[in-house]
């Protein structure tokens, strides 16, 4: 079947810890996104990324980094230096890289910080 | 940048009933979606719907690009409605969608 998948769906660290997220898509998507979803909030946008090689920050970055080295997948980073690394990561891609691009999101990893 | 306002912020609902969700944006925009979060946190895509008008079963939904609005009618509501229903804009040249807050909906039997 064709989807965006996500892994692991929860994971725990400890403060001073960094940790990847995994986000493959087999859509064969130009573009691919994460977004931060916070409890009560909608999702703010962490980075994304239109082409391999290349990815741009979102509006909150601070304390998170990407890779792109290949179009199915885009991991997500959190590094130590996030200040409340605590929430629900979602990533998404899109066929489109214009901006007109209907995007499709995984189903989510819940990051807890111990 | 742009801001997204969505009304109301909780909708309670007996089954059956009919709704009108809304999501105002403060500049033009060239994609608007409609999602429904399932309780595992799942993001469904309703509607892909930056301007015009679209059904689907029992929803539908009208984007008004020169007011800046649009609207998510869901009719004969079911239990299985219920959930957090995300507006989210994109615009200009950039892909990055801004999300407003959601509107809870709980349908009840």
């Known amino acids: 079947d064709g989807g965006i998948t996500q892994s692991p769906k929860y994971l725990f660290r400890k403060e001073g810890q960094n940790v990847t997220l995994s986000c493959e898509q087999n859509?064969?998507?130009?573009?691919m996104y994460w977004y931060r979803q916070d409890p009560g909030q909608g999702l703010r946008l962490i980075y994304y990324?239109?082409?391999?090689?290349?990815?741009q920050k979102g509006d909150i970055a601070e304390g998170y980094s990407v890779s792109r080295e290949k179009k199915e997948s885009f991991p997500l980073t959190v590094t130590s230096a996030q200040k409340n690394p605590t929430a629900f990561y979602l990533c998404?891609?899109?066929?489109?890289?214009?901006?007109?691009?209907?995007?499709?999101f995984g189903p989510g990893t819940r990051l807890t910080v111990l | 940048g742009i801001q997204v306002e969505q009304s109301p912020p909780d909708l309670i609902l007996q089954e059956g009933a009919n709704s009108t969700l809304r999501c105002n944006f403060s500049d033009s925009v060239n994609n608007l979606q409609w999602f429904h979060q399932n309780p595992w946190g799942q993001l469904i895509n309703l509607f892909y719907i930056p301007s015009g008008t679209k059904q689907n079963g029992r929803l539908s939904a009208t984007t008004v690009a020169t007011e800046r609005y649009s609207l998510l009618y869901i009719s004969s509501s079911q239990t299985t409605d219920s959930g957090v229903y995300f507006c989210a804009v994109g615009t200009g040249a950039n892909s990055k969608l801004t999300f407003g807050k959601g509107i809870t909906l709980s349908v009840r039997p």
């Open positions: 859509l064969n998507h130009d573009a």
């Open positions: 990324s239109q082409i391999v090689n290349d990815f």
């Open positions: 998404a891609s899109s066929i489109v890289t214009s901006g007109r691009g209907e995007q499709f």
